[in-house]
């Protein structure tokens, strides 16, 4: 792969956390390339550093060493720069779907658009009628079953069309039916939009729809970069 | 719908207990505003009706004459302004100052000869009866006692308070304001028991003239005067048309007499009364802060209970000032809704004060709403900036996976 191929790579990255004792090497020299387009999943056992390493790339917490580039560039460092990152080029889908229990499905689309300075208009209606949850535009989260809900964040982390969607064992929270519903959109997403998806999970079904598995532990991967 | 607003309605209690804690800020800041402050700029209006220019006193009560009453200046100085600047002087109109207590307080009454009583009503006629010893012959009777010749170097004479109550010169008369006759519930031909007297109320004239009782001069300076009828408590003076008052006030000047003004009885009511607004005001500013300390602790409890939702918008990329405004902006809303609830308390509040107690005055202004206003502003951006700040703050990686 040439680097104009990666979207998305990780070099060195070190993470930890807690101090003298206490503290935990969670990222340990982490290497990683995401091609532009790809469907990755990230597998690996509880406490190998999956979630951490997905905050890292989604620009939710700095590396402590190491560097990450976007689109062949790399992040700038500082709190200001990793969070224009974050408002205009990573969507983030996590477990517990994070949506705003006061706000609708689609107000809750409409805020994550306000907030990267972006219009509102239909963009919504138009995710929601993709995903098949239209009929819970204007239901708040506690009137949603956990598969509609999984849904509206989806939505919301597309909307603002980021270059790179990060979801965080988007599966964990759900049913088997629910579960196999949103592969099966996270699926089409990524073939028919070409969405570059890096995926965290725990399961072996989950990660047969990427397009890459890569496998950690230790904070390391164990399958180098291709 | 916008997050702050969702977040108000959604925590409906809460938020209804926030904006009623401003509103009650408010509408003591107003109502108590606007008590003290209507219920003496009332009497300092009543006193502009007054059909006169200048009043003259004693020097010797200083620059402020608005709680002084009884004996004053001598009656003869009505004479002299009138002989010595007839160029100038139109009217001299002596008045006698005392307070009685009716209508359940204490009321200025001015005791006036009953042709000057259009000086003091302002021009205003009466509503009902009539003025008190319309032929002056109860001020004739009292004169021809008191004031004669024949009388110098006797002993002082016994007058009962029948004799001045005498059919043929019944001076125990009063004359009240409609104001005072429906606090009171009076009505002409009522008697009524004041000052070890027994008074007849003979009229009844629209509020608005310079006090709220009336009687005749005569009557005020024999019983709260020591029987001399020789002094009043002020003069009111009249100057011809187009007159300076401030060269009139000059130009009469005597000694042992001091002129003002009698649009400078306002100053000095704010002067000698300002205390009280300070203290009003100073009461009100406590109120507020205490308002918009409830309104911090609601929204710093808010922050705390809402990192989640906080952590959530800034992993979208919410900046520093995307959340400062979220808070701030539920601030306002919740002051907002708690001004426009304690201004309407406050014209409730004015209602029932002046219900219950009709002569007390409540005057809502407009800059006092705007102070309310702009107070509850400024009180909403300060009282959410700790607040705002804790939020911005907000470990977003701690808050999502803290779940």
Known sequence: MTDSDAILEARGLHKSFGRGPARVHVLRGLDLRVRRGEFLAVMGPSGCGKSTLLHVLGQMTPPDAGEILLDGLPVPPSAAGRNAIRRRRIGFVFQRFNLIDVLTAADNVAISLRVRGLPADGRAEELFAAMGVSHVARRKPGQMSIGEQQRVAVARALAHRPQVLLADEPTGSLDSANAADLLALLGRVHRDDGQTIVMITHSAEAAAVADRVVHMIDGRLLDAPP | ?403
């Open chain 2, 1 to 403: 719908m916008n997050l702050p607003l969702a977040n108000i309605l959604h925590h409906t209690l809460r938020s209804t207990l926030s904006a009623l804690g401003i509103g009650i800020g408010i509408c003591m800041l107003v109502t108590l505003s606007g008590l003290a402050r209507g219920t003496l700029y009332e009497v300092a209006d009543r006193w502009e009706q007054v059909r006169a220019d200048l009043i003259a006193y004693p020097d010797i009560w200083g620059d402020n004459l608005t709680t002084l009453s009884g004996v004053g200046l001598p009656d003869k100085y009505a004479g002299v302004f009138a002989a010595e600047h007839g160029d100038l002087v139109e009217r001299v109109a002596p008045v006698f100052l005392w307070h009685l207590k009716l209508g359940g307080q204490d009321q200025t009454v001015v005791g006036v000869d009953a042709p000057d009583a259009d000086v003091v009503l302002g021009g205003r006629g009466l509503l009902e009866g009539r003025l008190f010893d319309p032929d002056s012959r109860f001020s004739r009777w009292l004169e021809g006692l008191l004031l004669a010749p024949s009388s110098e170097g006797d002993s002082p004479l016994e007058i009962a308070s029948a004799d001045l109550s005498a059919p043929s010169h019944n001076g125990l008369e009063l004359v009240i304001d409609s104001r005072l006759a429906a606090a009171g519930g009076y009505r002409v031909g009522d008697r009524v028991s004041a000052a070890g007297h027994e008074w007849s109320i003979v009229g009844i004239v629209p509020a608005g003239g310079m006090a709220r009782v009336y009687m005749p001069r005569r009557a005020a300076q024999f019983l709260f005067g020591s029987g001399d009828i020789t002094k009043s408590t002020i003069l009111f003076v009249r100057l011809r048309a187009g007159a300076d008052p401030s060269a009139g006030a000059r130009a009469l000047r005597k000694p042992g007499v001091m002129l003002v003004q009698v649009r400078q009885y306002r100053a000095m009511l704010e002067q000698k009364f300002g205390v009280l607004f300070r203290y009003v005001d100073a009461v009100n500013v406590v109120a507020l802060v205490i308002a918009f300390l409830f309104v911090m602790i609601t929204l710093y409890t808010m922050v705390l209970q809402r990192t989640r939702e906080i952590a959530i918008l800034k992993s979208s990329g919410a900046s520093d000032a995307f959340i400062l405004r979220q808070v701030v902006c539920e601030s306002l809303l919740l002051t907002g809704a708690g001004t426009v609830a304690g201004l309407a308390m406050s014209f409730a509040a004015a209602w029932a004060i002046e219900t219950a107690a009709p002569l007390y005055t409540v005057t809502i202004t407009g800059t006092w709403v705007l102070i309310a206003v702009g107070a509850a502003a400024a009180g909403a951006i300060v009282s959410a900036l700790y607040p705002a700040w804790r939020a911005s703050r907000v470990d977003l990686l701690a808050a999502l996976t803290l779940e």
